[in-house]
């Protein structure tokens, strides 16, 4: 169809024309030779159908008197019927009674007929079969067989004609729409040079003269009107032009010196990123070393000096351990938690079923000594996220889930869900970890995210520093994603979370 849309619309208005009035006349014609040649197929049926009947109602006579010669002389008035080549009188038996030939070389078959009375057209010839009956009783039969010949000779010379007219209709057709060409399309081929000498020479004085009030001097007009508005336009923007440059030069150099401030503050930013990786890895070791040593002077006074001790003294030095060990977990889990922050994410396709898989072998010890079941109905989708830090994710929550469960049989459910969150309007994965362990208060559910924050006693439920939940609301906010909890005190937890389609860094 492209070649066709580049033509000219002169070309394409006469071919147009042509085209129209081509198919209306062919589909005239080929109707009207159908619907003749129909109707000549079905005058000669009726007229052989006649003729057979008048054969037949005059050959009962000799038919009832078993006359063949008298039945043989009425079949040869046939030859004044030039299409009738051949017919066959038959008497009640079906045998053959009286036979007239056209020429000796015509074949003497008989078409069987579908019915007593019968008419076909089949290979060329129109067979007509009756029944010859004379007071309701069936004497015999005849049969004649008529050439289509002059049938075809008159639908040639019919086709002859339709196509001279057919010529010459097109030829009238090809007159007329160079005619109408002449009256549509030089409007447009003024308004194309118009245009063109617009384009190609920027001359928006050139204008188009209107030749008539119809849709195409409308269109002129319109032309006209328009090239004086952009002439116009042209006289401001020229007036503006000036303006503007210097405003760009300006904006230029103001743009060019804030590009080279945010430079060198992203690069002092940089700076002080790694300074304060290289600062938070020093300050750690710095005030890791003090509580080493302190934890093991009071190893060997509480191994030296045992028996010096009273049970006081020796109480003290076991306190004084356990708060450097866990001064010493403090510290480490500032330097993570802001190295979570900073750190960058390496965001790739993650089928989630294999990190969880990962994770329950590597605590495989611990859910077995706890005797957990961890059940994940219907699996879990592929995500695009940090494969590392989203496992950090479940495991933490999973850990949380078995220490803080006093229940003789532990069940952990992992699972995906989609729904719409409070405050969107689509749809979104939800994945979640439920226990039916010990509950969270109310009142402390919206505590539990807070660093070194805990709800029990430092030694109950395993101890810990407080700051897991806290890496898992960091990481999941890192992703896009956002992290709830649903909690009855003494049945279960709920912890729901999100990992957005798109994850950001």
Known sequence: MRPLRDLSIRFKLIASLVAVACIVLVLGTVAGILEQHRS???????????????????????????????????????RREPNVVFAQISDADGKPFAVYKQSESESGAVISASGPDDASFQGGFLHVSKQIIQSDDVLG?????????????SLQRTIQLSIISLVLCLGVAIVLGTFVDRIISKPITRLVAATKKVSRESDYSARV???????????????????????????????????????????????????????????HLS??????????????????????????????????????????????????????????????????????????????????????????????????????????????PTVQCDSVRIGEVFRNLITNAVKYNDKEKKVIEIGCRSEVIDGETEEQRVFYIRDNGIGIREKHQSSVFRIFKRLH??????????????????????????????????????????????SSS
């Open 40 to 78: 000549a197929k079905a005058a000669m049926a009726a007229q052989m159908s006649a003729l057979a009947d008048v054969l037949g109602d005059t050959s009962s006579t000799a038919l009832l008197f078993e006359d063949p010669t008298t039945a043989t002389d009425i079949m040869a008035s046939l």
């Open 141 to 153: 039969s005849i049969y004649l067989r008529a050439s289509m010949e002059k049938l075809r000779e």
């Open 209 to 267: 003269v209107k030749t008539g009030n119809d849709e195409l001097g409308v269109l002129c007009d319109g032309f006209n009107d328009m090239l004086d508005q952009i002439q116009q336009r042209d006289t401001e923007l020229d007036k503006h032009r000036t303006q503007l440059e210097e405003l760009v030069q300006q904006r230029t150099q103001s743009l060019e010196s804030k590009t080279e401030e945010l430079t060198t503050l992203n690069e």
């Open 271 to 380: 700076r002080s990123n790694q300074e304060l990786d290289d600062f938070a890895y020093i300050v750690s070791h710095d005030l890791k070393e003090p509580l080493r040593g302190i934890s093991r002077y009071s190893a060997f006074l509480a191994e030296d000096y045992t028996d010096e001790l009273d049970d006081a003294g020796r109480d003290k030095l076991e306190t004084l351990q356990r708060l450097c060990l866990r001064q010493e977990n403090l510290i480490d889990s500032l330097l993570h938690y802001s190295r979570v922050g900073r750190a960058e994410l390496a965001i790739q396709d993650t089928d989630l079923n294999k990190v969880v898989a990962e994770v329950l072998e590597m605590m495989q010890v611990m859910l077995q000594e706890q005797h957990v079941e961890v059940k994940i109905p219907g699996g879990l």
């Open 457 to 502: 006693a430092r030694d109950k439920y395993g101890g810990g520093t407080g700051a897991g939940l806290t890496f898992v609301k960091k990481i999941l906010e890192r992703h896009g994603g956002r992290i709830w909890l649903e909690s009855t005190f003494g049945e279960g937890t709920t912890f729901h979370f999100t990992i957005p389609e798109v």
